[in-house]
């Protein structure tokens, strides 16, 4: 099987006022497979996060490689790595951050017209994804309207409207309840499985995590096999 992504001896500190410099990524190597799901588990502070942003391009490594599909992204530019976020990575945070002032259906749109797409061919698409995660009868309603596992199903039909090869997922069942996380868990396996698509969880809950492909462990900046 073909490596998707190949993260090599990352790592990443950052400067703080009352504690100088703070090594958060002790030289994390990891790989991930097309059509898996990856969970790492680890406690608040650990690095998760951090270690996503640095594969989404969001944030630079201090030293290390993080290889896509062979290609080392920490040589990109800032336009290389924008259409890479777009086209190839979809994002699934903790919070949502869905737009309060758009509607859902307008919310899933926004990453398809950043593309390129008509606003026609981007509403065809938004209306497609929300009907697959039960959501066809409140396209139109806003944030606000929703309940929280509602809205986070509409921030998972965001993150795949550009057909993305992987999905980065940060504490995606970090607000909800019991039911709404398996819920969300198995919209996960679903995606895997109905859009061949590769899932990278972060989550301090084990028993979500457990229900990935591959689950690793994060301690001390480092990504141990559990």
């Not at 944030?143 to 550009?162: D, F, K, T, Y």
């Not at 698509?197 to 480092?222: N, P």
């Amino acid at each position: 099987m073909s490596t998707l992504l190949r993260i090599t001896d990352v790592k990443k500190s950052f400067t703080a006022p009352e504690n100088g410099v703070v090594r958060v990524l002790n030289g994390v190597n990891l790989h991930i497979n097309p059509k898996t799901i990856t969970s790492i588990i680890g406690s608040s502070g650990c690095g998760k996060s951090t270690l996503l942003h640095i594969i989404g391009g969001l944030d630079q490594v201090d030293s290390g490689v993080v290889e896509w599909k062979g290609d080392d992204i920490t040589q990109w530019d800032d336009q290389k790595m924008a259409a890479f976020r777009n086209t190839e990575m979809g994002f699934i945070f903790q919070f949502h951050h869905l737009l309060p002032e758009f509607s859902a259906i307008e919310n899933v749109m926004i990453p398809a017209i950043i593309q390129g797409k008509s606003e026609r061919e981007s509403n065809r698409l938004a209306r497609e994804l929300l009907g697959e995660f039960g959501l066809g009868h409140r396209i139109e309603h806003r944030p606000n309207q929703l309940s929280g596992g509602e809205q986070q199903r509409v921030a998972m039909a965001r993150a795949l409207i550009n057909t993305p090869a992987l999905l980065l997922a940060d504490e995606p069942t970090g607000n909800l309840d019991e039911k709404n996380s398996t819920t969300v868990l198995n919209h996960l396996l679903t995606l895997r499985d109905r859009f061949n698509v590769s899932i990278l969880m972060v989550t301090h809950d084990k028993s979500i995590a457990e229900g990935g492909d591959f689950v690793y462990e994060m301690t001390d900046g480092i990504v141990l096999s559990v």
